[in-house]
């Protein structure tokens, strides 16, 4: 049987990294059928405007994407293509692991997971300016909107996936002390769906300034993070850096019609074209897709390949210090793949 899956190569380097893990894909037998779209810049380029109608009709019926990075405007012009989708199919989750992978760094056995909310919080959308005098931009407002049953729901996903991949612990991350409601709903349901799972799963709390100092002192004491959109956001980058980067990280939108595999890095406008982009985070989602998929087999052919090459083969791109271009890091991972 084929899988049907939506494709969205994206915006600067996404082309480089989705052909890239399209052959890592290809070396695993599975087959897929490409539903490709653009999005993003891309389809700017395509239609005058940065639609995902064409991608989210495709999604609709496949059910699964992988997805390359999508280029959002700094402080002014469209929302973001990302935002945009995560809202549409309702991809609540977002999950973010990290392992270490290249020795010898700043930190041995990192193995954390991040489980962002990513529909709620800051990055609703719902701000606006107000114009004072002659300034019709003297003061902007942004509203946070955090739902009981938008903690619930993510915080439970993440006792879950604690329960379900052996995990020991899970940390709710927090501003409650400041944002006594946004981030205080968040903590109150944290405490009451921790509960469900005592004996189980151990539970504790950490407000977010204070974790992510943790996290560089010593990341080992986490496990398993949830917070909210923002923060998670952030945090999930800061995760990335303890394991040598964004190349290394990869994420997934779970929701419970649709879900979408992406890196958690994004377009690396610095280095699109010059072919030297790392795909293995791109390659870790996609191994996490043939995980949702029900191909654990092969998720884990893709994932240990990837891990082997850049660690025990020393096949490394510039970002981790070796030589190597996206498509000689391409080939060696299909390689090793094929077995
Ligand atoms: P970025 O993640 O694109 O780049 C940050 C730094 O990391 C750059 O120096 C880049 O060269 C490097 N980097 C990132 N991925 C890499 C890889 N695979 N291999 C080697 N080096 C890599 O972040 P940015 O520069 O802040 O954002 C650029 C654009 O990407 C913005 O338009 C932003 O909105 C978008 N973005 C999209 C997504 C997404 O689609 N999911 C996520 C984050 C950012």
Known sequence: MAYRVTLIPGDGIGPEITSATLRVLEATGIEFVWEQHAAGESSMELRGEPTTDPAVESLRYTGVALKGPLATPVGYGHRSINVALRRE???????????????????EDVDLVMIRENTEGLYVGVEHFVAVGDDPRAVAESSAIVTRKGCERIIRFAFEYALKHGRRLVTVVHKANILKMASGLFLEVGRDVARE????????????????MQLVLHPQQFDVLVTTNMFGDILSD????????LGLAPGANIGVKAAVFEAVHGTAPDIAGHGIANPAALMLSASMMLDHLGEARAAVRVRDAVITAIRDDEVR??????????????????????G
């Open 89 to 107: 199919f309702d991809l609540f989750a977002n999950i973010r692991p990290v392992r270490t992978i290249v020795p010898g760094r700043c930190y």
């Open 238 to 245: 800061e995760m990335a850096g303890l394991v040598g980067g």
């Open 317 to 338: 791109t510039r970002d981790l210090g070796g030589n190597a271009t996206t498509s000689e890091f391409a080939a060696h991972v299909a390689k090793r793949v094929r």
């Open 197 to 212: 799972y005592e004996g189980r799963v151990a539970f504790n709390d950490r407000i977010v300034d204070n974790a992510a």
